[in-house]
């Protein structure tokens, strides 16, 4: 099975930037739909954005945040401008073996990756 490891979070002020990276453990071009969730404390766990054929982003991501892919490095990326407090959340990368469907649903991703801080100071 694949495995997925987040990296690039921390501590950035509101308007700043980052750009998370979710390596896999295995090919994922043409195999899997990636996505980015987050999850805020005392909040459910709401889909950022996702990527296999074509890239599909929530509202709240629309026109700042960039998801892509590298197939070379089986790595997926999440690239965040315009940052603000209320994106504070911790970030999962997860996988399904469905690759020309996006979905947005949590409960449809079978891979997860450990999570990574992101925090937005005012």
């Known amino acids: 099975q694949v495995q997925l490891v987040e990296s690039g979070g921390g501590l950035v002020q509101a308007g700043g930037s980052l750009r998370l990276s979710c390596a896999a453990s295995?090919?994922?071009?043409?195999?899997?739909?990636v996505a980015w969730f987050r999850q805020a404390p005392g909040k459910e766990r709401d889909i950022v954005a996702t990527i296999g054929d074509l890239p599909y982003y929530a509202d709240s991501a629309k026109g700042r945040f960039t998801i892509s892919r590298d197939n070379a490095k089986n790595t997926v990326y999440l690239q965040m401008n315009s940052l603000k407090p209320e994106d504070t959340a911790v970030y999962y990368c997860a996988a399904r073996a469905a690759w020309l469907t996006n979905s947005p649903f949590a409960h449809e991703y079978d891979y997860w990756g450990q999570g990574i801080q992101v925090t937005v100071s005012s």
């Open positions: 295995e090919q994922i071009f043409g195999r899997y739909g």
